[in-house]
């Protein structure tokens, strides 16, 4: 199985766990990436093939991956770097894996199912903590109520940001909220929202705000339920944080302003450490209607957002090189099902109990 995976951007935060994992289980990745000290540091730590590529050339990027099976794409932001991936992934027949959570990505990758399906690929986006414990959660709750039109998903995250998550909010940071109303993406003020969320075990109730996530897009295509959202916890100082930030949205997203955050992110961000990681969960609750009336909810309690990441990411690869999905643009539930979070984790889920209305 040696080259089977190549890891790109196997050097960054939560690259660098998905590669470890990955050797743990017994793959055998090439890391690859653009930082030739980096990534010969981390090789050498893991005993594993590299090679130093980078996005803009494409004739060395088609010649990594010519022999791969699939790519686990780990560099980000997505929104500059998914296209030229996956335009080599449809040259040389690889499968793409990629951990983003970023909107405007996923939503391009599912509009080039049509070219996944020529090029005899799957398109899998967001094998890490996005999406896959909201997108399990979304499964699950639709085969709990079928006529579901309507799910609602929110989380809590603790143990602070990777520097790549970080820079990823920066790209978007000017771009509001989003919710899928009546199967089409819809643009709405970010943290337009609040209301309270009880997750559960030691979590508890907690006020959430909603937030654009990848689920919107991924969650629609494991469901089809036309009307979704999804918030995250936060206290009251964050919310007014984050509306003032849609507010100032135009002005953030400029080009000087840009580089200032970047530049904050590099110099403030490294991402939690491993105590933080062992010592802190995610917790993901989940709502659903149907216009009966009828109503389902479950939880999820699932470990650290980057314990998380590796476990999901490296399941999912390992399980693309063993039996590959049928080509076209792929969702981590609906190609694996909703069971996905617990069987690649020690994640447990619960369900609420239904309620049945009149209409």
Partial sequence: MVGDLVIYGAYGYTGSL?????????????????????????AIRLDCPFEVVSLDEPMVLDMLLEDATAVCHCAGPFLNTAQPMVEACFRTGTHYLDITGEIPVLSSLANQDDRAKESGIAVLPGVAHDVVPTDCLAAHLHERLPDATSID?????????????????????????????????????VAHETTN????????????????????????????????????????????????????????????????LHWLVDNRVTGPDRETRERTRSYVHGSASAPTGERASAR????????????TAATIAE????????????????????????????AERIDGPSQTGSS
Avoid at 158 to 167: V, Y
Avoid at 320 to 342: C, D, K, N, Q, W
């Fill in 18 to 42: 998905i590669a470890e994992t990955a050797v743990e289980r017994g793959l055998e990745p090439v890391l690859a990436g653009r930082d030739r000290d980096r990534l010969s540091d981390l």
């Fill in 153 to 189: 998903l929110a989380f809590e995250a603790a143990g602070g940001l990777s520097p790549g998550t970080a820079h990823s909010l920066v790209e978007h940071i000017d771009g509001g909220g989003m919710v899928r109303r009546d199967g089409a993406l819809t643009r709405v003020p």
């Fill in 197 to 260: 969320v009880d997750f559960g075990w030691e979590a508890g109730e907690r006020t959430v705000a909603s937030i654009p996530w990848g689920d919107v897009v991924t969650a629609y295509h494991t469901t089809g339920v036309p009307n979704l959202s999804v918030s995250i916890s936060m206290p009251p100082s964050t919310i007014r944080w984050y509306r003032l930030a849609g507010k100032l949205g135009p002005v953030l997203g400029t080009a000087p302003f840009q580089r200032l």
């Fill in 300 to 311: 999820l309690r699932c470990p650290n957002v980057y314990e998380t990441s590796r476990q």
């Fill in 319 to 346: 399980r693309v090189i063993r039996s590959p999905p049928e080509p076209g643009f792929r969702t981590p539930a609906g190609v694996y099902g909703p069971s996905l979070i617990l069987e690649a984790t020690n």
